[in-house]
């Protein structure tokens, strides 16, 4: 091998190539330098040929790249040797490296051959391209989907972080991830504490309920969802109920990933739940032993009721009573139920003063402990243990502070000191009915007093022989039964008492006595039918005893009318009955609130956090505004007939009866309630019985409240055909009597539900899933309204056909009333100006402060018919010149002007020492407005549309005196597009007030196209003035169509959308157009 390698470096068998031929250096060194270069770039090819495929792993046909490598190398290792050979000839290592780029050549090209199949599949440029710039763009769809999903975890998080309930999220183990800050303030334990942990490891306690922690457990290892409500702690170890919601989230391969929960905080609900159904309990209690001390049995049954009706209600292990009989120095155990019901055995009897009941009964004390098995006063606490007793109560039985018995329990659960302040009155009970029965026996056996005792007693007391004739009847029994003593004597006992059906009974038993000595009324109490004189049974109690008398017996009865217990009974169970459906209403009533109040509740809660963040559009901003408001008011109305309710029973719900127009009350009501049944399809109408009374004297407000509730009612359970008022005066027995029939022909109501349609918190559906929603108060508020004004609230009701409401109230003296002949055109039409008092403005000088023309012209007119001397400017610093120059005895004054407001108006001039009644006016009829007008110096307070009689009845009033409030103008009807020409309610056969009419009409085209000019230029503040200017000045000129429309246009133009602008724009137009001008009065 070495002679191998040395051959191959061996030069002497050749001469270098210089000497070779006949080389210049010129081309010798041509060569040797090309040689070189191509062997320095065929050495840098491999190399960075290897870099690559080193690097890039992923490219096809690796090993094609390294054997064109190896072929790039040799022939390079070849330049390199020719360039040597022209000093150093070593053809025989030339020749050997050319034969090896031979091979490797032959193999490079063997390898390309055989991979040209494989190599022509690969896609060519396009279609790299293609497929390249598909996945560039499913990348982009990814990342906006990913980036949408952030945005929506980041509100969903704001969210969480901010509301009042906890959040958790937790690993699809369980384990916490994430709590919100609602958690925190909850439990008490910071996040930190709580990541990393299961939250049933630190929250759940003693009280935690197994078998609720094991169905979340099971949920959870499901993967599924859940509800549940469950005891935890917090970090101080304060116990609370939570109301849980759990839901399981997935990702898009439907893996499960996480589970969050909603936990609500409900410790107060289920306290007053537990409360409700304390009291529920005890009075469950004090009923059953009321009911068991009336019985007719002997002592010891009745106090056996009484033991087990312990056990029953207060949950007990056993229950006791012991006896003390004047005298004795030991208590009798005379009762037992429960785990024990014997009466013998150590605790048969008690000496005073020894163990837990003896002590009880010498101090006249009551005792409780809830640690019995640690109690030194417990004489066996090994039995405590094992038995698993907790709790001992006991309280003495007293009659007039003497101790005439012990009532004991025993519990496994603790006993409450409520539950030992509720046993006091029932003691009182029992140790009554002890005395009641120790007086008995003694009487029985007193043969000494029995002569007092047949004169005294209360009882029938009758004397027989042994054949059944009376031989003695007291006063009690010729009271009870209506015979004379004298009458009664010597005859046959069932004659006279007993019913004629149980007198072979009862001769049966008389004889069965004689012959043995058994008898079922002997000695104890039976209950039985009785007979009167009269014929009349009524029940009785009997007890018998039989009285050695010679050689044969007699027998005495103690015979017992108890009719008044049996209605008694019958009362404390209707009681019983009442109480327990009065708790379910209550909880069912509960229940509804609940969801009524919360639902708006979740919407202004919801909306409220999420205006808080910073990505709101205005227009969504508007949206949640108006759904925050809508729900505000709506919960304001519940909250009003809660407090309406509360006032009823406290009776606190005052009335103020003044004179007013039913017609107008009417036409108010069906005016605010016509869009509803409208929406509904529904007819809407109202009908005249009788003559018309002009004025009635009642409580307008109260008996609009009263109306709106049964129309709303009728409308809201009427699904097709109509509802119908019927109104007549008709005859009372106090006076005349209105009266309106609310008709409406929805399903009706059933007959057994028609008794307690008026009692509160009570519907005909009162189930959680009833349709039409509402608190149930509606009813009751309104029978009490009506009672409240001398009348009364009655229904008749067919179901499938419909109901009838029907309302009266007291109207006033017959004498004050004046009746027409029918009601006023256009369902009450505003008087004239005439028929208003004007004696006390004859000759007063006034001031009209108002921007609107139209205002200011018709005021003016109808004070200056008054009598008074009208003067009038257009802002608030034209009247404090006007003021300044001339003494005026009273100013109305428009609230809402330019240049200077009349808020501000009033201020200044009550600081300049005017001194004479300001009347506000406004456009506005929001409630506080009256206050802020007070506020700013102003003596009363009046809104648009200007209405004739109540301008003159404030003014006039508040000449008189001190600050007076009027109230507000009817509701209209919404205006709309369509429908028939509008003409003005105000009296058109006056000339000047028509004039004025037609002068608005005239104006009202031009306004309402700067309203369109606003609009188009985007000048809200422009839109907002015209549109407040229509809302008063419309109503005003008799025009009431144009107050809605006018009103919903000024309420979206600060921050409304711009379609919304748009539609009540042209709403606002289109009304318009159908005003009519007055006709021409022809000579």
């Not at 009458?487 to 009862?506: F, Q, T, V, Y």
Request: proline fraction near 5%; glycine fraction near 10%.
């Amino acid at each position: 091998m070495a002679d191998f390698f040395t051959r191959l470096l061996d030069t002497s068998d050749f001469p270098g190539r210089w000497r070779c031929g006949n080389w210049t250096p010129g081309l010798g060194w041509l060569h040797v330098g090309s040689d070189l270069g191509i062997f320095g770039a065929y050495l840098s090819i491999p190399l960075v040929l290897a870099y690559f495929l080193i690097r890039r792993r992923d490219v096809p046909f690796p090993r094609i790249g390294w054997l064109f490598g190896a072929f790039i190398l040799s022939c390079g290792i070849g330049h390199l040797i020719e360039a040597v050979i022209f000093w150093h000839p070593v053809y025989r290592l030339a020749g050997l490296v050319k034969a090896a780029t031979a091979v490797v050549s032959w193999f490079t090209v063997v390898a390309l051959i055989r991979v040209i199949p494989d190599a022509l599949k690969l896609p060519d440029i396009a279609r790299l391209n293609e497929r390249l710039c598909r996945e560039v763009v499913e990348r982009e769809q990814v990342e906006q989907a990913l980036r949408a999903r952030e945005a929506e975890a980041r509100k969903l998080a704001l969210v969480a972080s901010r509301t009042d309930n906890a959040v958790i999220i937790t690993d699809a183990d369980g384990v916490i991830e994430w709590v919100n800050d609602g958690f925190t303030r909850i439990t008490e334990y910071p996040a930190e504490e709580a990541i990393g942990r299961r939250p049933g490891s630190f929250l759940q306690g003693p009280e935690t309920d197994p078998g609720v922690v094991a169905s979340m457990r099971d949920h959870r290892l499901r993967g599924e969802g859940f509800r549940a409500e469950v005891v935890n702690y917090s970090r101080s170890g304060r116990p609370y109920w939570l109301s849980l919601e759990v839901q399981p989230v997935r990702d898009d391969s439907g893996a499960l990933t996480h589970f969050m929960a909603i936990e609500s905080d409900i410790t107060a609900r289920k306290l007053a739940e537990r409360e409700m159904g304390e009291r529920a309990r005890l009075a469950a209690l004090s009923a059953d032993i009321g009911l068991a001390l009336t019985r007719g049995d002997a002592l010891s049954e009745r106090l056996d009721a009484c033991c087990e009706a312990m056990v029953r209600h207060l949950d007990a292990a056993f229950a006791r009573i012991w006896t003390l009989e004047p005298g004795d120095d030991s208590l009798v155990l005379r009762a037992s139920a429960g785990l024990y019901t014997h009466l013998d055995g150590a605790h048969a009897r008690v000496p005073l003063g020894a163990l837990k009941i003896g002590r009880i009964a010498r101090t006249g004390r009551p005792l409780l402990t809830n640690d019995v098995p640690n109690d030194p006063n417990v004489g066996d606490p090994s039995w405590a243990r094992e038995t698993g007793m907790v709790a001992f109560a006991g309280v003495p039985l007293l009659v007039e502070g003497r101790a005439v018995g012990v009532m004991a329990l025993f519990s496994r659960s603790p006993i409450d000191q409520a539950t030992i302040d509720a046993l006091g009155p029932i003691s009182n009970a029992v140790a009554l009915g002890i005395v009641r029965e120790s007086a008995a026996r003694a009487l029985f056996s007193s043969e000494g007093r029995k002569a007092a005792i047949l004169r005294m007693a209360l009882d029938a007391i009758i004397t027989v022989d042994d054949r059944g004739r009376v031989l003695e009847f007291n006063p009690a029994a010729e009271a009870i039964f209506g015979y004379e003593a004298g009458e009664a004597a010597g005859r046959s006992l069932s004659e006279l008492i007993i019913p004629p059906d149980l007198r072979e009974a009862h001769e049966r038993g008389m004889a069965r006595f004689r012959e043995n000595g058994d008898g079922a009324v002997v000695g104890r109490w039976i209950e039985l039918r009785a007979v009167r004189r009269s014929g009349e049974e009524f029940p009785a109690e009997l007890a018998i005893t039989p009285i050695t008398s010679g050689d044969r017996p007699v027998f005495t009865g103690y015979l017992r009318d108890i009719t008044d217990r049996r209605l008694h009974e019958q009362s404390l169970r209707a009681a019983k009955e009442a109480a327990e459906e009065a708790n379910r209403a209550k909880s069912r009533f509960l229940a509804n609130m609940s969801h009524e109040i919360r639902t708006p509740l979740t919407a202004i809660l919801g909306y409220a956090e999420v205006l808080m963040g910073d990505e709101v559009s205005r227009e969504d901003r508007v949206e949640y505004l108006v759904t925050i408001l809508s729900s505000g008011r709506h919960l304001r109305t519940l909250i009003d007939d809660i407090l309406d309710l509360a006032k009823i029973e406290n009776e606190k719900l005052d009335f103020e009866l003044v004179p007013c127009s039913p017609h107008r009350i009417l036409s108010e009501v069906l005016s605010v309630l016509r869009v509803a049944a409208s929406e509904k399809g529904l007819r809407l109408g109202c009908r005249w019985e009788s003559r018309v009374p002009e004025e009635i004297r009642t409580d307008p407000s109260r008996f609009r409240q009263l109306l709106v509730n049964l129309v709303g009612n009728a409308i809201k359970f009427t699904d097709l055909g109509g509802v119908r008022l019927v109104a007549l005066l008709e005859p009372g027995e106090r006076g005349p009597m209105f009266t309106v029939e609310v008709h409406d022909t929805g399903a009706g109501i059933a007959p057994e539900d028609l008794s307690r349609i008026f009692d509160p918190f009570e519907q005909a559906d009162g189930s959680v899933t009833r349709r039409n929603g509402g608190t149930g108060l509606g009813l009751a508020i309104s029978r009490h309204i009506a009672r409240g004004l001398g009348g009364d609230l009655t229904v008749v009701s067919q179901l499938g056909v419909g109901s009838i409401f029907r309302a009266s109230v007291a109207a006033g003296p017959a004498e004050g009333l004046r009746l027409l002949d029918a009601p006023p055109a256009e369902a009450v039409e505003t008087p004239r100006a005439d028929a208003a008092p004007t004696s006390r403005l004859s000759g007063k000088q006034l001031l009209v402060v108002d921007d609107g023309e139209e205002n200011r012209r018709l005021v003016q007119l109808i004070l200056s018919r008054a009598g008074a001397s009208v003067a009038c400017v257009a802002n608030g610093e034209e009247c404090l010149e006007a003021v300044a120059r001339v003494d005026f005895d009273l100013i109305v004054l428009d609230m809402q002007m330019p240049v200077l407001d009349g808020y501000r108006t009033a201020s200044l001039l009550r600081e300049r020492g005017f001194g004479g009644p300001i009347i506000a006016l406004t456009a506005h009829a929001m409630r506080g407005d009256d206050r802020r007008c007070l506020e700013a110096g102003c003596s009363g307070y009046l809104t648009k549309p200007i209405e004739i009689d109540r301008l003159l009845s404030t003014v006039s009033r508040a000449m008189d005196g001190p600050a007076v409030a009027s109230p507000a103008p009817r509701p209209q009807s919404p205006g709309g597009g369509g429908g028939g020409p509008i003409v003005s309610t105000l009296p058109m056969d006056d000339p000047e007030i028509r004039g004025l009419v037609a002068s608005y009409v005239d104006r009202l085209g031009a306004k309402v196209d700067e309203m369109g000019e606003a609009l188009r230029r985007g000048d809200r503040k422009a839109l907002s003035e015209l549109a407040h200017w229509l809302k008063g000045s419309g109503g005003t000129a008799g025009f009431h169509e144009l107050t809605e429309p006018a009103t919903r246009l000024e309420r979206l133009a600060p921050l409304g959308q711009e379609s919304d602008l748009r539609e009540a724009y042209g709403l606002v137009r289109s009304t318009a157009a159908r005003v009519t001008a007055p006709e021409p009065i022809l000579a």
